[in-house]
């Protein structure tokens, strides 16, 4: 069955940095585009980023543009998120999510990040 399992959230401050990883299982990952999604304390789902399978595209909210990367490792079955200049509003239960908004979704468990002082 299919699995993403997020790791690599964590506390930290304003300005600083995490790195985010999704193991994927149960499918052939590089055959799939794949998603970050967030979300922050009482507010609904945030899309963050995108990848295609091969990892030639990538798109960003405008939210997180210029500070955090996605990237993916297709060997390793694994997704990444890179995260810089971390802000405040950047908390929440982050997710990693295949088709996010289709009828065939996964969604991983979620890594919580939380930036404060």
């Known amino acids: 069955q299919v699995q993403l399992v997020e790791s690599g959230g964590g506390l930290v401050q304003p300005g600083g940095s995490l790195r985010l990883s999704c193991a994927a299982s149960?499918?052939?990952?590089?055959?799939?585009?794949m998603n970050w999604v967030r979300q922050a304390p009482g507010k609904g789902p945030e899309w963050v980023s995108f990848?295609?399978?091969?990892?030639?595209?990538?798109t960003y909210a405008d939210s997180v543009k210029g500070r955090f990367t996605i990237s993916r490792d297709n060997a390793k079955n694994t997704l990444y998120l890179q995260m810089n200049s971390l802000k405040p509003e950047d908390t929440g239960l982050y997710y990693c999510?295949?088709?996010?908004?289709?009828?065939?979704?996964?969604w991983g468990q979620g890594t919580q990040v939380t930036v404060s002082s």
């Open positions: 999510a295949r088709d996010p908004w289709s009828d065939s979704r996964y």
């Open positions: 149960g499918f052939t990952f590089s055959w799939y585009s």
């Open positions: 990848i295609s399978n091969a990892g030639k595209t990538t």
